[in-house]
């Protein structure tokens, strides 16, 4: 056994700016910056674990603290002292943080002391705190100040997963990068190349599988892939991923749901206890099925939702999913999509996840014989033509208890309506998860920090009776960094010149309940 091993996440870290995966834009602006001069004094890297927050963080130390070049550079060396030391972690300027270990004030405080002092043996002292989100609210008070006005050899790092939950004070004192996940295509390209350099038989079936299950982690990616290693001995396949996930063939997978949707519920349970018993997790299964109703619905004729080629699936496998969408609807698609999300939380709180799982076919069964919304709107109409016409009968005249529509102009005013009719669920989620963009009688545009899939269309259904109208609900992919209502209360709680005064004077005091 080799006691010198490196895993394949540390040994393949991203070492410079150009080495980066997947983080384009990222390595633009950052080099730019650099080699106009433009360094800011504090950055925040935010984005979902090992897409390469932290190695950003090391090599923007090195390119400030190099000493290939008299200034900072783009194309740190990697050679030099300071370099070598920072790679290492043991550089006497480059502090790194766990901000989950030294979350208190007294931390805090204990960096910002030492923070006042020069550098020894580099032109910047760089405080990289990862999982900045940990801080306690007295912490992110006492490094607030100094983020407003650092000493100018001071750069602060900070690294999070969970930008949310950073105060928006201090969100507002520092550029801003959110790191993208990786695209399969890169990551595939990425381990391939690794599985040269490492002399391991990597199949192009297996790489897809890991590329997928990385789900654009690259640190995720890697683990997999050493692990896969590790199993087989250096000659990765298919079947050797798929064992170690425990995940069924995608060909299968698409069988399933063939034979699901076919109506034939003997058949379908029969293929479920195999899976089963072939090792399969349900709880992935789940998610192959999900993954497989998503592909379904944008291939489906009705919708030609864009290029299909990126699917899991093979040219015949995408063939039977085709045939699959000529006898079912998209209301069927949608339908199916809703029975899985409320089995996910079902299959994770049961004690039996096989009986669980059963049920949730049996389901699917009845989901696909049932008929669609436009076949009943047309039976009900057929009904209606054949029925025997009845007598006139007078219109009575409107009363003065006809219904008062309401006429919501602004997103506050939408929020005090919400509250007055004790719409409790739709109220929270829209003051701690809503950025509105942009409001208009009529027309909601917003970015939803949230995962509730449903809120846009029972917030249309809501608006739609009390107002008397139609609402148009249009969500934006990307956040306009617009602050929630919770987060504007919490903003006017704090610079009131009273609550400030009470922080000051109780260590470690919160603000709760401000909405």
Request: glycine share 4%; net charge negative; with cysteine.
């Amino acid at each position: 056994m080799d006691s010198n091993y490196t895993v394949l996440a540390r040994k393949y870290r991203s070492q410079d700016f150009q080495s980066l995966i997947g983080q384009d834009v990222l390595v633009k602006t950052l080099t730019t910056a650099i080699n106009t001069g433009r360094i800011a004094h504090a950055y925040i890297f935010t984005g979902i674990r090992g897409t390469g927050k932290t190695s950003t963080a090391r090599i923007l130390a090195k390119a400030l603290n190099c000493l290939s070049s008299d200034g900072p550079t783009a194309t740190p060396c990697g050679v030099c002292e300071n370099c070598r030391a920072i790679a290492a972690g043991q550089h006497i300027d480059v502090m790194e943080i766990d901000a989950a270990s030294h979350t208190g004030v007294d931390n805090m405080r204990d960096i910002l002391d030492a923070a006042q002092y020069r550098p020894t043996n580099g032109r910047y002292k760089v405080y990289i705190i990862d999982e900045v989100h940990m801080l306690s609210t007295s912490a992110f008070n006492a490094l607030l100040k100094t983020l407003e006005e650092p000493p100018a050899h001071v750069i602060f790092i900070l690294a999070t997963t969970e930008i949310r939950k950073v105060p928006v004070t201090i969100l507002s004192r520092c550029q801003r990068f959110d790191l993208a996940r990786v695209p399969v295509e890169t990551l595939k390209k990425h381990f391939a190349w690794i599985a040269s350099q490492e002399k391991i038989e990597l199949s192009d079936a297996a790489n897809e599988l890991l590329a997928r299950a990385a789900d654009g982690s690259v640190r995720d990616g890697l683990s997999l892939l050493d692990q896969a290693i590790a199993q087989t001995g250096g000659h990765v396949d298919e079947a050797a991923v798929l064992a170690m996930l425990k995940r069924a063939d995608s060909g299968v997978v698409v069988d399933l749901m063939n034979t699901v949707l076919s109506g034939d519920t003997a058949a379908a349970l029969e293929k479920v206890d195999q899976i089963y018993t072939n090792g399969a997790d349900l709880s992935m299964l789940l998610t192959d099925m999900m993954e497989w109703t998503h592909w379904a619905t944008r291939m489906h004729p009705a919708l030609h939702a864009g290029d299909v080629s990126t699917s899991p699936y093979t040219m015949d496998q995408r063939e039977q999913i085709q045939k699959i969408n000529e006898r079912i609807s998209l209301n069927t698609l949608s339908r199916i999509w809703q029975v899985m999300v409320a089995a996910v939380s079902e299959l994770q709180a049961s004690d039996n996840q096989k009986q669980c799982f059963d049920m949730l076919i049996v389901r699917l069964m009845h989901i696909a014989d049932m008929p669609s919304v436009n076949e009943i709107l047309k039976r009900q109409q057929m009904e209606r033509a054949n029925a025997p016409v009845a007598a006139p009968v007078a219109t009575p005249a409107p009363t003065a208890d006809a219904p008062k529509f309401l006429k919501i102009t602004s997103a506050d005013m939408l929020r005090d309506e919400l509250k007055k009719n004790k719409e409790i669920m739709l109220h929270a989620y829209f003051d701690n998860n809503i950025e509105v963009v942009d409001f208009t009688d009529g027309t909601i545009k917003y970015f939803d920090r949230g995962n509730d899939e449903t809120f846009a269309s029972k917030l249309a259904m809501w608006l739609q009776d009390k107002t008397g109208h139609a609402w148009t609900l249009s969500r934006e992919t990307e956040s306009h960094h617009v602050q929630t209502a919770a987060e504007q209360n919490q903003v006017a709680l704090e610079s009131d010149p009273l609550v400030a005064s009470a922080m000051d004077l109780f260590e470690g005091a919160q603000i709760v309940g401000s909405k």
